[in-house]
């Protein structure tokens, strides 16, 4: 009995969880809106991010994507992201990200209330450990967003969201409290969905003219993540746990309409 008690089944949500790593990062951009027709946009981009305190590079970012209005209040997009990623060991790492939005939105008064959905998909084209990480992640991202429309060049505006992943790796195995080791390793496919992100911002438009745009943000993000040691064969698992972080972004990003 006193055996029995030291092995206990992994649970995904009882997996200890690590520290609070904090980061204070920031994001540049600039971006294109092209009207191509009554309801009909084209968009394009390209972001910078710099992270671990403003010291590296995290990340070069180049976006397309069409946005169609089939009536007044409900927007429709879909497009692509290429991700140019670099790990903290300045390695790259790039990925391929494909996403679908559904927005919605309500006027009362001089707010605006809207709702936006995004699914997407993010396609890892570099080597990794296949039992640690989904080579094709999906997830879900639902924004709650209010703006004040009643300045005549500014639209301040604030919103949360969160973020959901569908498919990250699942696995059953037995951990010994007394070794420290895990046993009866098995990979179960990529079915473990949970809440990996919430976010916070408040920002501020600065619409010069009916061409030129300037948005300040300023997020707070709450990030958990499990991390999955294996080997690179999938049949022992070294260890498991819950990876936390909160990062502050300051962001500023210009955008052009024609």
Request: charged share 25%.
């Amino acid at each position: 009995m006193p055996a029995l008690m030291l092995i206990s089944t992994v649970a995904k949500g009882q997996a200890p969880a690590a520290g609070i790593d904090y980061d204070f990062r920031n994001r540049s951009s600039v971006g294109m809106d092209w009207k191509i027709t009554k309801g009909l946009h084209l968009d394009a981009g390209y972001e910078l991010r710099i992270s671990d305190r403003m010291s590296r590079i995290e990340r070069n970012q180049l976006s397309i994507g069409l946005r169609y209005s089939p009536i007044k209040y409900l927007d429709i997009g879909a497009g692509y992201y290429f991700i140019g990623h670099y790990d903290s060991d300045k390695v790259f790492k790039p990925r391929h990200r494909f996403y679908f939005d559904l927005a919605g939105s309500y006027k009362f008064g001089a707010w605006k209330l809207s709702l936006k959905e995004r699914l997407q998909m993010t396609h890892k084209s570099y080597e990794f450990n296949e039992f640690q990480q989904a080579p094709n992640l999906v997830e879900l991202k639902s924004r709650l967003k209010l703006t004040y429309k009643g300045l005549i060049h500014l639209e301040p505006y604030a919103y949360v969201e969160l973020r959901n992943c569908f498919n990250g790796p699942s696995f059953t195995a037995d951990y010994n409290e007394s070794s420290g080791k895990y046993t009866n390793y098995e990979f179960l496919g990529y079915s473990d969905a949970y809440i990996n992100r919430l976010r916070g911002a408040v920002g501020l438009e600065w619409k010069i003219n009916i061409h030129h745009a300037i948005d300040f943000k300023l997020m707070e993000d709450w990030c958990r993540d499990n991390s999955i040691d294996t080997n690179a064969e999938g049949t022992k698992l070294k260890s498991y746990s819950w990876e936390q972080a909160l990062n502050t972004t300051l962001s500023i990003g210009y955008a052009f309409s024609f």
